[in-house]
């Protein structure tokens, strides 16, 4: 019950309506018991007595009473809901700020659908769980201790009779409470599982065609609901048992109270009033003791869910305790033996790298396919922390600066370009450069060639693209890439095969912005065509996390090793491709 006093804690935010649910739960409750009260004069008094002052006073007390529960039932419900909505509010908000603070490795290892099941399923259980389960948690706990209450005023001998069954529904309904967390934790990973393998899916569609593999996904995807069907199957029946056997109990109960009400009645110690006030609070007790028990798969799901995204709350983030500032680098980088092993790894992805990078130069980075390139680049934003080695900026380690003063020095156009379901303003001025002014947006849309396209669409630079882009071409995306570059203006530029996937005429359109965007600049371009690397001031081959070669086109053409090698291949495959 650690993540339910801790979710407890965030919810006492809102204290003042808690506070309001609560007196209404009390008040609910209490006027269970008032109810059972009453019977007692309405039977005594109004049937066996013929008293006709009572006729009229208690049933106007009982709808008194009721127009009194029923605001009370109002104020709970109205304020467990807006304590609810807020506390999921709350988390969805944090978590979110959460999984945008952790490192990168973190993205690595949990797919993004498994990400936003957790914003959105295990969120949603847990308001559920908060609220409705709450409610009727404390609301039913209440009425039951009321209602017993009457019963023991009533007569304490047929009460005690009952009170050994007690132990024994609180042992069922514990005993179910554990199985039930036990099985929603994994439905809760099975959702999370169906929603990634659902998107992963349907995001590559045409992959899923051309290689005919619907019959495999739809069977994988059949395999993980057959899954996810079988325990929620199991959470049903272990409620139905557990439900059956807790009113075969209260029917026990039931069956004693009338047994014991029967020899009391024989012996003159109970009139027909208190018989018919204990099986009134009997009666109303059975449903709150059904409802604690149901309610027990809600609770426990919720609990479940609490303990998944405390546990995120609580995982590190990016490590950012570097105290240098930093306006505007000279852009001078320095690989001094680094070496980077991703988590849980055997094999480093990168192996004691050394080079220098000059202010205003352009370093070309070529090698086989998982060969560390990516990483090597990713390691200067700090996205991947080095094992061993270090980076320094301007001859300070990077790690000493302030991690968003370091961010701001490096502009990043990768091979595919993310864009949001925005205006193209909004994806040209993304993020701290929100603020820059129309013009200065305008015009590194015209550095980028991205200006003649843009006036062609609806509205300009206020058309929204969609997601990810998905009204434009991708050269149209990679200029909009491009543009939020040059806005940015950063001492760094890196460009991970910012052409690869353009056909030749978008290629060349892009190739004439990067030729105006990299100079005077640090420039580190992972290449997949040789032929754009050419006019690198240096090229590092690297083969296996190693840097195997570093030089110019030229001297690393006359060496004869994998540069060359490399180079041949991929002039072969275009002169007979």
């Known amino acids: 019950m650690r993540a339910y006093r801790r979710l407890i804690s965030v919810a006492w935010v809102y ?61 709970t419900d109205y304020g467990m809901a807006r304590v609810g909505r807020a506390v999921v509010r709350d988390l969805r908000a944090a978590l979110m700020e959460k999984y945008l603070r952790m490192p990168s490795t973190r993205y690595d290892a949990e797919p993004v659908p498994a990400m936003v099941s957790r914003l959105s399923y295990d969120t949603e259980q847990l308001a559920h769980a908060s609220t409705h389960s709450l409610k009727i948690l404390i609301t039913d706990t209440l009425t039951i201790a009321v209602l017993f209450a009457v019963m023991v005023y009533q007569s304490y001998r047929v009460t005690a009779a009952v009170i050994v069954i007690v132990p024994l529904i609180g042992l069922i309904v514990g005993r179910v409470s554990r199985r039930y967390r036990r099985i929603n934790q994994g439905i809760q990973d099975g959702v999370a599982d169906m929603t990634a393998t ?120 990016e490590t950012d305790d570097g105290r240098v ?79 968003r003063d370091l961010r701001r020095q490096i502009a990043l156009v990768g091979q595919r370009a993310v864009l949001f379901d925005d205006t193209v303003a909004a994806n040209i001025a993304y993020g701290a450069m929100a603020g820059a002014e129309r ?37 149209q995306r990679q200029r909009l890439a491009l543009a939020r570059a040059f806005l940015k203006d950063a001492p760094i530029l890196i460009l991970d095969e910012a052409t690869a996937a353009l056909d030749s005429e978008s290629e060349q359109l892009v190739q004439d912005a990067l030729n105006h965007l990299i100079p005077h600049r640090t420039t580190l371009v992972i290449a997949h ?34 540069y060359a090698h490399l180079y041949r291949l991929q002039f072969r495959e275009q002169e007979f491709g």
Not at 268 to 293: E, N, W, Y
Not at 362 to 388: N, Q, W
Not at 543 to 557: I, N, P, Q, T
């Open 15 to 75: 204290w003042p309506l808690l506070l309001a649910a609560t007196i209404g739960m009390v008040i609910e409750a209490l006027a269970a018991g008032v109810f059972a009260s009453l019977m007692e004069p309405m039977v005594n008094e109004t049937i066996v007595a013929r008293n006709n002052d009572l006729r009229l006073s208690l049933p106007l007390a009982i709808i008194a009473l009721f127009i009194v529960r029923g605001a009370a039932t109002f104020t």
């Open 198 to 317: 659902a998107e992963q899916a349907l995001a590559g569609h045409q992959e899923v065609k051309i290689y005919d593999a619907q019959d495999a996904e739809a069977r994988r995807y059949a395999g993980l609901i057959e899954r996810n069907m079988r325990l929620n199957v199991k959470v049903e029946s272990t409620r139905a048992t557990s439900s059956a056997v807790v009113q075969l109990l209260a029917a026990i109960a039931l069956a004693m109270i009338l047994y014991y009400a029967g020899r009391e009645a024989v012996k003159g110690r109970m009139d027909p009033g208190q018989f018919v006030a204990i099986m009134t609070a009997m009666m109303a007790m059975l449903p709150s003791i059904k409802r604690l028990t149901n309610v027990q798969s809600s609770i426990q799901r919720g609990v479940a869910a609490a303990q998944r995204l405390f546990g995120l709350l609580d995982a590190p983030e």
């Open 325 to 403: 500032a930093l306006v505007r680098a000279r852009g001078e980088l320095r690989f001094e033996n680094l070496s980077i092993r991703y988590h849980g790894a055997e094999d480093v992805a990168l192996r004691n790298i050394d080079f220098l990078a000059r202010p205003g130069t352009v370093t070309a980075i070529v090698g086989r396919s998982g060969s560390g390139k990516t990483t090597l680049v990713r390691a200067i934003p700090r996205f991947y922390e080095p094992d061993s080695g270090r980076i320094t900026l301007d001859g300070v380690p990077l790690g000493d600066y302030r991690l």
């Open 439 to 475: 013009a200065a947006i305008e015009a590194a849309a015209d550095q980028a060639h991205a200006s003649e396209f843009i006036r062609h669409l609806p509205a300009g630079f206020d058309t929204r693209i969609g997601e990810n882009g998905a009204l434009l071409s991708g050269g």
């Open 529 to 562: 065509r040789l032929a754009t690397v050419e006019h690198a001031d240096q090229v590092l081959v690297l083969d296996r996390g190693a840097l195997v070669e570093c030089g110019r086109h030229s001297e690393l053409l006359a060496q004869g090793g994998l």
